[in-house]
């Protein structure tokens, strides 16, 4: 449900230095039209760019200071507002507000010291409803949110560790009980590079058990660029005598058998073919499993010409197999007057747009001779990556002038850190300690549950009891989908205290929890009560009556306690 809609077209703007970004004028070039769906319960003149910025939020600054004191940061003496520029319009203004909270902290993972180049504090963007051609939209419900971005040094020396890192720094983050958490409200921005390549960024990543296996892709295809230029070079090719030439060359296939090409035609669009010297076989090298240099080119045209149909090209190196396609072939080579060694690349659409896209392949196919281009990429859910838009650099950074400096007072700072929460890893270490099972120490020191479990420990309770209630069983039923948020601590003092004293069986625990779930009101005493040992007792009784039983009696009521150790 939307209220509004505003439509925006966005441009780039000169740095402080004088010059445009990169990212920004590659966003331009898609001339995309970009459109905002507005809800008035959760938006003000803010999100429609329509008013001055507000201050800061004071609770919001004090949560990224708690987190970076975790972190072991510095912490800084004034908060400067910047402007970061984004014009891909998922920020109605062009540019996100970002400020820098700490610097020069670090994290521990087994074995090495992660260092930690900053902490910031900035506001969320909108979320993408469609992207669809030349028209993009967006929810603004989410715009404006404070947003923590940690960033570390390059010293992850492995897919492994890379993963790991981020695990370490994500359980801290939920340790001060003050941050989202689920599916979409961590994204991971992971940074790659090989000897002799260059930084490439993957954008987004939702969840960090897909950090490895994304950051292993990206070593390899930056490995298959690195070959692909050398042997570019190594055969005498340089940029200057690849010598591309495009034409249009509709009504060279207008007879064409393609469904795809006939289909372009009978819209009304047109077809561009580019033929470049020198390159035969390029585009068939293999770049990332299943995917090759044509893969490259394609992204280019899908997101900066907004070719976004897949296929988006065709090209003679690997023409697609069709009734008729020997013709088609033909025809191509005819209008290009191809010889050895040349390539052709046929795209199709508006006219406008097969020209961008002719002019995005032949700059990517230049760019091969430089080895791996800076790109943020977006992971796709096969672990592989495509391209997203060009990286950005320091040229998109410039002050904010809406925003005074804000002084941090060192009795601030000290005050946050008098009441710092302990580190996952000194929890578990605790928990450790407990006698808790292994399998549920990384869930429980994550939970909401630390001070009431210390409890438990301190009253003596049965810690294996408490483990399989607040561990297993829990978690069990959330993954079925049970809302155990319902239960709060003084119900599971209740339910392990009980448990514990009516010796009941840990195989009904998982009914119990599911009970009190759906009714969390009911009497809890009676609830208890069912589980004490009688359905035991019933099932005993029957076996014993079976004529094939030797045993002559059945043991009755609870099994007495075990001590402590």
Known sequence: HHDAEIIRHMRPTLSEMGVYDGCALMEFKTKKEIVYLLNKESVCTYEMDDTPPFPVNQGALDIAIEIALLLNCQIVDEIHIARKQYLDGSIPTGFQRTAIVGINGYVDIPDKRIRVRQLSIEEDACREVTDKGHTITYRTDRLGMPLIEVVTEPDFESPEQAALGVKTIGRLLRATGKVRRGIGAVRQDVNVSIDGGTRVEIKGVPRYQLIAALTETEAMRQKALLDLKNDLLRGGLTKENVSPEQKDITEDLKNTRS??????????????????????????????????????????????????????????????????????????????????????????????????????????VLEAFDGVPNETRQHLQDGLTDFERILPGADRMY????????????????????????????????????????????????????????????GSADMKLVGRLLGQTKRSLERQGYDMSVI??????????????????????????????????????????????????????KTAARPDNPATSVEKGPAPKRARP
């Open 399 to 458: 002050p904010d002038t809406d925003h005074p400096p804000l002084r941090i007072t060192p009795a601030r700072v000290d005050a946050i850190r008098a009441s710092l929460p302990q580190r996952t890893r000194e929890v578990e270490e605790r928990f450790r300690s407990y006698g808790l099972f292994e399998d549920t120490i990384e869930y429980l020191a994550l939970s909401k549950h630390v001070r009431l479990i210390d409890s438990f420990f301190e």
């Open 259 to 364: 469904e795809i090409l006939a289909g372009a035609i009978e819209k009304g669009l047109r077809i561009r073919g580019i033929k470049i010297s020198g390159i035969e076989g390029l585009l068939n090298r293999r770049t990332q499993p299943g995917r090759t240099f044509a893969n490259e080119i394609s992204g280019r045209a899908r997101v900066i010409a907004c070719l976004d149909h897949i296929p988006n090209v065709f090209h003679t190196d690997h023409y697609p197999d069709y009734s008729g396609n020997h013709i088609d072939l033909k025809r191509i080579r005819n209008a290009f007057r191809m010889r050895d060694k040349e390539t052709v690349v046929v795209v199709w659409g508006p006219e406008a747009d097969t020209i961008t896209a002719c002019n995005e392949i032949r700059a990517r």
């Open 488 to 541: 709060d601590n003084a119900a599971w003092a209740g339910i392990v205290n009980g448990c514990d004293e009516r010796r009941i069986q840990s195989k009904y625990f998982e009914e119990i929890l599911a009970s009190v779930a759906k009714r969390p009101d009911q009497p809890l005493p009676d609830l208890l009560n069912r589980f004490i040992a009688q359905p035991e007792a019933v099932v005993a009784r």
